[in-house]
Nanobody, 128 residues
Framework: QVQLVESGGGSVQAGGSLRLSCTAS????????MGWFRQAPGKEREFVAA????????????YYADSVMGRFTIFRENAKNTVYLQMNGLEPEDTAIYHC?????????????????WGQGTQVTVNS
């Protein structure tokens, strides 16, 4: 059974930083996309960032939502089956529950419907 467990959420002042972690168990995702989505109260779930690594090509790529480009960084430690989201320059508009997701197919996607596994989420609150 695949499980994704997030950690690292919390409450910070605007301009502050947080690092979210998501560790997968039950399956290795080293060559498959992992990403982050978020859902604010009263809003639909939206894409934040995703990354894919290819062991064969020793390279990978990432996607970011325009709203977080330049402020957030997604990276992974395949040896730990873990993906991180480093969030800098946080704004009140970043307040949401952040969910980790993993995909069973190897192409990168920004669509939540393409992801097969989800974590329970971790709350991020940014105070003005």
């Amino acid at each position: 059974q695949v499980q994704l467990v997030e950690s690292g959420g919390g409450s910070v002042q605007a301009g502050g930083s947080l690092r979210l972690s998501c560790t997968a168990s039950g399956r290795t995702f080293s060559d498959y996309p992992m990403g982050w989505f978020r859902q604010a109260p009263g809003k639909e779930r939206e894409f934040v960032a995703a990354t894919r690594w290819s062991t064969r090509w020793s390279g990978g790529n990432t996607y970011y939502a325009d709203s977080v480009m330049g402020r957030f960084t997604i990276f992974r430690e395949n040896a730990k089956n873990t993906v991180y989201l480093q969030m800098n320059g946080l704004e009140p508009e970043d307040t949401a529950i952040y969910h980790c997701a993993a995909r069973g197919a190897d192409s990168l996607s920004m669509s939540s419907g393409d992801y097969d596994y989800w974590g329970q989420g971790t709350q991020v609150t940014v105070n003005s």
